[in-house]
């Protein structure tokens, strides 16, 4: 009875830990979309709260003040990240099939080539060369996709996972007349779902976040992703706000200062990751298996 007693008490403690951890990570995020429909002036006036003061839709306003301009970076940056996600896991796992296959005479040459490229680079100079000059990829969607296809250190970890399964499942497979192509489509990627899902995880949260894209070789505005097209809107504000502050006539009936850049910032992030937590459940039942992808070795 006194185990019993002890052991209840335990785990109580153990409950009330996680859920005082878990409420270290939700109410950051509470407090980001306080401040996001907060005004600018009571968020400078009294600080952050987890309840707004004052009510205020000026941030909204101006992300979405043009709604075709927003729709449109919506739209690229979903092609960009599951587009390049579903390109790239294609390429990663037929690459990662074949050097995990002991058969392969070059495998050994092929990787250290590939973990070659983890440890130099040639820079952002050559990129630009070779993707404006001899790619003519600049300026086009293409641009978001085929040069970041496959990444050296997701080769490794999923040539790692898939060292691990048995080569039984193979050779039973080849012996009842499976092509490579069929092996692959049929065995190996239904049981890599966790690897995949893991490792596409990180390569939508990549590709969702990047704006230096846009921002290298992107002109046609309506190309630009999201993240590049936000990051736009809180640079024309500050840049406004300062031309104000130092440069225009002090007689000018202009109140540039109100303009939202605290509480710009907060909407920001609100739009910006918005889509991401609807996806992010849809992976959760892989995410939890597949961290320990690569961490034994098969």
């Not at 002890?6 to 270290?24: R, V």
């Not at 005479?105 to 070779?130: A, H, W």
């Not at 898939?162 to 007349?177: C, F, T």
């Not at 706000?241 to 007689?251: E, I």
């Amino acid at each position: 009875m006194r185990k019993f007693f002890t052991t209840n008490i335990g785990n109580k403690l153990i409950h009330l830990f996680l859920i005082l951890f878990s409420l270290a990570f939700i109410i950051p995020f509470l407090l980001v979309i306080a401040v996001s429909f907060s005004n600018e002036e009571a968020v400078l006036q009294y600080g952050f709260k987890l309840i707004p003061i004052k009510w205020d839709l000026t941030a909204y306003g101006l992300i979405f003040g043009k709604p075709e301009q927003i729709l449109y970076a919506y739209l690229i940056t979903s092609v960009q990240a599951v587009g390049g996600m579903v390109c790239g896991l294609i390429v990663m796992s037929t690459c990662a099939y074949a050097l995990s296959r002991r058969n392969f005479k070059l495998r050994r040459p092929i990787v250290m080539f590939i973990f070659f490229t983890l440890l130099f680079g040639g820079g952002l100079i050559p990129s630009y060369i070779l993707i404006t000059q001899y790619l003519h990829i600049n300026n086009t969607i293409l641009v978001y996709i085929l040069p970041t296809l496959a990444n050296a250190f997701y080769i490794i970890i999923l040539r790692t996972f898939l060292q691990g399964l048995p080569d039984a499942l193979i050779e039973s497979a080849k012996m009842d007349g499976a092509s490579e192509f069929r092996v692959y489509w049929k065995i190996i990627l239904p049981l890599s779902k966790p690897a995949l899902a893991t490792i596409g995880l990180f390569v939508l949260l990549d590709r969702w976040n990047d704006w230096f894209t846009s921002l290298i070789y992107i002109r046609d505005a309506r190309l630009y992703t999201l993240q590049f097209l936000l990051q736009r809107i809180l640079l024309e504000i500050d840049f406004l706000k300062n031309a104000y502050t130092y440069n225009l006539p002090a007689d000018m009936d202009v109140n540039l200062y109100k303009l939202p850049s605290e509480t710009l910032r907060f909407a920001m992030a609100i739009v910006a990751a918005g889509p991401l937590l609807i996806v992010f459940p849809f992976f959760q039942k892989y995410f939890s298996k597949g961290l320990t992808v690569g961490a034994v070795k098969g």
